[in-house]
C-alpha cells in the first residue's frame, strides 16, 4: 500500500484516505467527553477516527458550519483540496466548544485566507528540494542528514511548511530506504541522523525497528534525532515497545516533539513523555511563532514553564516558514523578538528557546537577535 494518494498535481498527500482509511464514527459533541477515553485505543484506531474536514471539524467543537464556502458534497472547502483536514481525536478533545478562536482549532481548521495569494510565501519555503541528495535524504548541514521516513502525518497543521512538499517525486516511499541508508554509508562525514516526514513515528514499531537496526550498521552514525509530533497529538503512539527500542540503541537517540501552546500538553502527553524521559531519551521541544496562538508573551512564558517542569527543554521559537496558504499565520519579527525579551526576563536560562529563521541555502538555522533582521 502507497503511503498517500496524489492531488491533481501529481503531489503526495500526508495522511490520505487510503493510507488511513475513516473507520469510526466521530461523535457529533466532545465537550464533556475526558481525553482519558480517546486514549484507551491503540494509535492506529486513533489515526483511523480522526477528523477529515473542515466542517466536521466545525461541528465537533460546537460552531456554526461554514457553508458559503463548501466546495463538494462531501463538505470540504477549497483549501482541504490539496492539503485535507486531519485531526486525531485526542487532539480535538483539548480544544474549548464553541470558541472559535481556540489556540488549538485555529492550527488545524481550514480558513478561506489560505487561498489568498501572498508574494514571498511559496510552495518550498525553506529550500528542501534544493538539499535532495538522494531519494528520501536531505542534507544541508553539516554532520547532520535527514531522512524523509514518510510521508503521513499525525495531523494536519495549517502552517505546515512541507504542505507542498513533493513526497512522491522526490523517491520518498513508506519502508522503502534503502536508498537513505546507501547514502550515509557513503558518508562517512555524517554522524547524526534526523528522522523526519511528515511524521515518522505514524510508522510501526516493527518497522522503525528494521530501519533504526540499518542505521545502527551504519559505523560512523552517532546520534538518531527523531522529530515528531505524534507524542503530543496521538500520545498512546509512545509505547512500551517504541521506548524500549529507542533505549536500546548504540546510538545516542534525542526526541524532538512540537507543541505551539500549552494547552496541547495533557496529563496524557506528560505522562507519556515521562515513561520515555525516564528511559534516559532526552526530549526537547520545538514550536513555532503563530498569529493568534501564542504571539503573546504569557503564552510562551506558561509553555516554556510547562515543558522544565516536567523536564522537557525548550529548543527553538521558530519564525513562520513562508509556505503558501499560511501567510495568516506571521508574526513579525520585532514582536517576536519582544516576547523574547519578556521570556528571558523571567524565566532561566535553559527555560528559553532560542528564537531562529530557516534561510534556503544556509548552513545552519539562523538565530534572530535584534530588529535588524527583515523579512524580504
Given at each position: 500500500?502507497r503511503n498517500?494518494?496524489?492531488?491533481?498535481?501529481?503531489?503526495i498527500?500526508?495522511?490520505?484516505e487510503?493510507f488511513v482509511?475513516?473507520?469510526?464514527?466521530?461523535p457529533?459533541?466532545?465537550?464533556?467527553?475526558p481525553?482519558?477515553?480517546?486514549?484507551?485505543?491503540?494509535?492506529?484506531?486513533a489515526?483511523k477516527?480522526?477528523?477529515?474536514?473542515?466542517?466536521?471539524?466545525?461541528k465537533?467543537?460546537g460552531?456554526?458550519?461554514?457553508?458559503a464556502?463548501v466546495?463538494?458534497?462531501s463538505g470540504k472547502?477549497?483549501c482541504?483540496?490539496d492539503f485535507?483536514?486531519?485531526?486525531?481525536?485526542?487532539?480535538?478533545?483539548?480544544i474549548?466548544?464553541g470558541?472559535?478562536d481556540?489556540?488549538l482549532?485555529?492550527q488545524i481548521?481550514?480558513?478561506?485566507?489560505?487561498?489568498?495569494?501572498?508574494?514571498?510565501?511559496?510552495?518550498?519555503?525553506?529550500?528542501?528540494?534544493?538539499?535532495l541528495?538522494?531519494?528520501?535524504?536531505?542534507h544541508k548541514?553539516e554532520?547532520r542528514?535527514?531522512i524523509l521516513?514518510?510521508a503521513?502525518?499525525?495531523?494536519?497543521?495549517?502552517?505546515?511548511f512541507r504542505?507542498?512538499f513533493?513526497?512522491?517525486?522526490t523517491g520518498?516511499?513508506?519502508d522503502d530506504?534503502?536508498p537513505?541508508?546507501e547514502?550515509l554509508k557513503?558518508?562517512?562525514?555524517v554522524?547524526?541522523?534526523i528522522l523526519?516526514?511528515?511524521?515518522?513515528?505514524?510508522t510501526l514499531d516493527?518497522?522503525?525497528?528494521?530501519l533504526?537496526?540499518a542505521?545502527?550498521?551504519?559505523p560512523?552514525?552517532k546520534r538518531?534525532?527523531?522529530h515528531?509530533?505524534?507524542?503530543?497529538?496521538?500520545p498512546?503512539r509512545i509505547t512500551?515497545e517504541?521506548?524500549?527500542?529507542l533505549?536500546?540503541?548504540?546510538?545516542?537517540v534525542?526526541?524532538?516533539?512540537?507543541?505551539?501552546?500549552?494547552q496541547e500538553?495533557?496529563?496524557?502527553?506528560?505522562?507519556?513523555?515521562?515513561?520515555?524521559?525516564?528511559?534516559?531519551?532526552?526530549?526537547?521541544?520545538?514550536?513555532?511563532?503563530?498569529?493568534g496562538?501564542?504571539d503573546?508573551?504569557?503564552?510562551?512564558?506558561?509553555?516554556?514553564?510547562?515543558?522544565?517542569n516536567?523536564?522537557i527543554q525548550?529548543?527553538?521559537?521558530?519564525?513562520?516558514?513562508?509556505?503558501?496558504?499560511?501567510?495568516h499565520f506571521?508574526?513579525?519579527?520585532?514582536?517576536?523578538?519582544?516576547?523574547i525579551e519578556?521570556?528571558?526576563a523571567?524565566l532561566?536560562?535553559?527555560?528559553v528557546p532560542?528564537?531562529?529563521y530557516e534561510e534556503p541555502?544556509?548552513?545552519?538555522?539562523?538565530?534572530?537577535?535584534?530588529?535588524t533582521?527583515?523579512?524580504?
Amino acid at each position: 500500500m502507497r503511503n498517500g494518494s496524489t492531488n491533481q498535481s501529481g503531489k503526495i498527500l500526508a495522511t490520505s484516505e487510503e493510507f488511513v482509511p475513516t473507520a469510526f464514527h466521530v461523535p457529533g459533541e466532545l465537550s464533556g467527553m475526558p481525553l482519558h477515553e480517546f486514549e484507551q485505543v491503540h494509535w492506529q484506531v486513533a489515526m483511523k477516527r480522526a477528523i477529515r474536514s473542515g466542517l466536521q471539524l466545525r461541528k465537533a467543537v460546537g460552531l456554526s458550519p461554514d457553508s458559503a464556502e463548501v466546495v463538494d458534497p462531501s463538505g470540504k472547502l477549497a483549501c482541504e483540496q490539496d492539503f485535507p483536514t486531519f485531526a486525531p481525536l485526542e487532539f480535538v478533545a483539548r480544544i474549548e466548544p464553541g470558541n472559535p478562536d481556540d489556540p488549538l482549532l485555529k492550527q488545524i481548521l481550514p480558513v478561506a485566507a489560505e487561498q489568498v495569494e501572498q508574494a514571498g510565501f511559496a510552495a518550498d519555503p525553506v529550500g528542501d528540494l534544493n538539499a535532495l541528495v538522494s531519494p528520501g535524504v536531505l542534507h544541508k548541514y553539516e554532520g547532520r542528514a535527514l531522512i524523509l521516513t514518510t510521508a503521513a502525518c499525525g495531523i494536519h497543521c495549517r502552517y505546515c511548511f512541507r504542505r507542498e512538499f513533493p513526497y512522491q517525486e522526490t523517491g520518498s516511499r513508506k519502508d522503502d530506504w534503502l536508498p537513505s541508508i546507501e547514502y550515509l554509508k557513503n558518508h562517512s562525514d555524517v554522524e547524526e541522523v534526523i528522522l523526519s516526514g511528515g511524521d515518522p513515528l505514524t510508522t510501526l514499531d516493527e518497522k522503525l525497528d528494521k530501519l533504526i537496526t540499518a542505521l545502527e550498521g551504519v559505523p560512523h552514525l552517532k546520534r538518531l534525532r527523531i522529530h515528531s509530533r505524534m507524542p503530543i497529538v496521538i500520545p498512546q503512539r509512545i509505547t512500551e515497545e517504541l521506548v524500549k527500542r529507542l533505549s536500546s540503541s548504540r546510538l545516542a537517540v534525542w526526541m524532538v516533539i512540537h507543541a505551539n501552546h500549552p494547552q496541547e500538553l495533557s496529563e496524557g502527553v506528560l505522562s507519556r513523555l515521562a515513561h520515555m524521559i525516564d528511559a534516559g531519551i532526552p526530549v526537547l521541544n520545538q514550536a513555532v511563532l503563530l498569529r493568534g496562538v501564542n504571539d503573546q508573551a504569557e503564552t510562551l512564558i506558561e509553555l516554556c514553564r510547562r515543558l522544565v517542569n516536567h523536564r522537557i527543554q525548550p529548543y527553538y521559537l521558530h519564525q513562520l516558514d513562508r509556505v503558501r496558504g499560511a501567510a495568516h499565520f506571521e508574526v513579525p519579527v520585532e514582536t517576536g523578538l519582544k516576547i523574547i525579551e519578556s521570556l528571558r526576563a523571567v524565566l532561566p536560562g535553559f527555560a528559553v528557546p532560542q528564537y531562529v529563521y530557516e534561510e534556503p541555502g544556509a548552513k545552519s538555522k539562523s538565530p534572530l537577535l535584534d530588529n535588524t533582521f527583515k523579512v524580504n
